[in-house]
T-cell receptor
């Protein structure tokens, strides 16, 4: 069993839709939770970062962490065609450099 | 200016060959990493280097060896290439010398697509 599980999709939504992306994990030692966005043929870029449980909002993006359920989410409001990419969740323990990634969810926003 | 750069972008080679991928970061970061992304987009860490010291090695075959001539460079050498080595290899770097508090954001390069025939 992978330490981080993520539905690979693909996920197609119309422009303007609300998108929900999710990951579950098994290691309760994870404290730092990240969402990376990866466009085709590019490297991942950090989108959102959350420490421990709670919500964080940045523009159209909201990241949620529920440590009791070992479940994290990324919500995208008013989705745009430019949001079409693969979204990877990642997490790590305190005191460690090693990031554990989900397999990524491929999102397509249709104009 | 590209923060993390890799060369080459594409690498096609025969089984059994030895090849290298170069990585450079101009961010002044203390730690650099190599990741492998397979055909299913699963991204897994291979190595990280901090101040010329290997601090993570995730059960990677010893055919793979990172070489860091200085803090800004971390090259990946691969000996006796196998078909299963075909993947996209990403270099990354982060500020933190010792991971812990703070974002310790990892900045990724554009990737090197390796195809072993």
């Amino acid at each position: 069993q992978k330490e981080v599980e993520q539905d690979p999709g693909p996920l197609s939504v119309p422009e303007g839709a609300i998108v929900s992306l999710n990951c579950t994990y098994s290691n309760s030692a994870f404290q730092y939770f990240m969402w990376y966005r990866q466009y085709s043929r590019k490297g991942p870029e950090l989108l959102m970062y959350t420490y421990s449980s709670g919500n964080k909002e940045d523009g159209r993006f909201t990241a949620q962490v529920d440590k009791s359920s070992k479940y994290i989410s990324l919500f995208i409001r008013d989705s745009q065609p430019s949001d079409s990419a693969t979204y990877l969740c990642a997490m790590k323990r305190t005191g460690a450099n090693n990031l554990f990634f989900g397999t990524g969810t491929r999102l397509t926003v249709i104009p | 200016d590209t923060a993390v750069s890799q060369t080459p972008k594409y690498l096609v080679t025969q089984m059994g060959n030895d090849k290298s991928i170069k990585c450079e970061q101009n961010l002044g970061h203390d730690t650099m990493y190599w990741y492998k992304q397979d055909s299913k987009k699963f991204l897994k860490i291979m190595f990280s280097y901090n101040n010329k010291e290997l601090i993570i090695n995730e059960t990677v075959p010893n055919r793979f060896s990172p070489k860091s001539p200085d803090k800004a460079h971390l090259n990946l050498h691969i000996n006796s290439l196998e078909l299963g080595d075909s993947a996209v290899y990403f270099c990354a770097s982060s500020q933190e010398r010792i991971a812990g508090g703070g974002t310790d954001t990892q900045y990724f390069g554009p990737g090197t697509r390796l195809t072993v025939l």
